[in-house]
């Protein structure tokens, strides 16, 4: 069985505001992990062994006073073989800020997310996995997921 897959370019949007209060980037653009199967078959995950995570970087605007939301939606399938239907995408991230504020852990889920930056953050760097699970197993083919980051 041949599957190839990736965590499919993380969209990432600057979000236009008056002397805009942060930008978001990514090493690679796209940004692109990699989805790697589980020894059971019923996940493909980037943090599964094989997987790659993304990392992406939110960045305060110096000229404003640094607050701003961070906010990640959750992953859709945008590649996979006709009629494969999920029991769950989730995804779930790291988001580790340069300054005072603790780190942000959310774990796997199914929802959108969001999460405030205070100002005495200079830059927030999130570490980004997707999952797919299909407790039937996956069909030969293609899967890749989108997941989008936006700072306002």
Do not use: H, K
Not at 114 to 120: A, H, M, Q, W
């Amino acid at each position: 069985m041949q599957l190839r897959v990736s965590l499919l370019g993380l969209v990432l949007a600057l979000v236009a505001m008056p002397a805009f209060a942060c930008s978001v980037s990514a090493s690679l653009i796209p940004a692109q992990g990699t989805l790697a199967l589980s020894a059971d078959d019923t996940t493909l995950a980037s943090d599964n062994p094989g997987g790659a995570s993304v990392l992406v970087t939110v960045t305060n605007n110096p000229l404003t006073d640094g607050a701003y939301t961070i906010s990640v939606t959750a992953p859709t399938l945008v590649t996979s073989p006709n009629g494969f239907s999920p029991t769950a995408l989730e995804t779930s991230y790291l988001a580790v800020p340069v300054g005072v504020q603790l780190p942000v852990t959310q774990g796997y889920t199914t929802a959108d997310t969001s999460f405030p930056n205070l100002r005495l953050t200079t830059a927030v760097a999130i570490t980004l996995n997707n999952r797919i699970t299909a407790t039937g197993g996956f069909r030969p083919g293609s899967y890749s997921t989108r997941t989008t980051v936006t700072c306002s």
